[in-house]
């Protein structure tokens, strides 16, 4: 997890986004923009749904997708494929106050593990689709 940390294997590997199901697309948008802070890099239709590229700030981004026509995805992140996925902050508290304020269920709260030689603070809550994100930051 050290920043700077090369790929050997393949050159120029990097998250370029992760793709989210909504549940409830407008609720999605609004928490990701509005409380967030991620910015529309570009709306589109996929298939009959609207869905939308979000730049999370660092380079990497997040896409939104409408629930395919006829469908109710579910919002219990037990169900899901993806089990979590987790955002740098460099102030987890103001990050994590932001969400709660939003109404987002925190899960697991603001915590210090000792991974290795890196000490990282980190919390868990649910997004508005039921998406389990974890905050993370890493110590000095």
């Given at each position: 997890m050290p920043i700077?940390n090369?790929?050997s294997?393949?050159?120029?590997l990097?998250?370029?986004?992760?793709?989210?199901?909504?549940?409830?697309?407008?609720?999605?948008l609004k928490?990701y923009?509005e409380?967030?802070?991620?910015?529309?890099?570009?709306g589109?239709?996929?298939?009959?749904?609207?869905?939308v590229?979000?730049d999370?700030?660092d380079?990497s981004?997040m896409?939104?997708f409408?629930?395919i026509?006829?469908?109710?995805p579910?919002n219990?992140?037990?169900?899901?494929?993806?089990?979590?996925?987790?955002?740098?902050?460099?102030?987890?508290?103001q990050?994590?106050?932001r969400v709660?304020a939003?109404?987002?269920?925190i899960?697991?709260e603001?915590?210090?593990?000792?991974?290795?030689?890196?000490n990282i603070s980190?919390?868990?809550?649910k997004?508005p689709?039921?998406?389990v994100v974890?905050y993370i930051q890493v110590?000095?």
């Amino acid at each position: 997890m050290p920043i700077g940390n090369k790929n050997s294997k393949i050159a120029g590997l990097g998250t370029h986004h992760i793709a989210v199901q909504t549940v409830d697309y407008e609720a999605s948008l609004k928490f990701y923009t509005e409380v967030m802070g991620m910015s529309e890099v570009v709306g589109f239709e996929n298939q009959g749904r609207r869905a939308v590229i979000l730049d999370i700030g660092d380079g990497s981004h997040m896409e939104l997708f409408e629930p395919i026509p006829g469908t109710q995805p579910s919002n219990d992140a037990t169900g899901n494929v993806v089990f979590h996925f987790a955002l740098q902050t460099t102030d987890i508290e103001q990050a994590l106050e932001r969400v709660r304020a939003a109404g987002m269920e925190i899960t697991v709260e603001l915590t210090t593990v000792q991974m290795g030689p890196l000490n990282i603070s980190l919390a868990f809550f649910k997004g508005p689709s039921g998406e389990v994100v974890e905050y993370i930051q890493v110590n000095n």
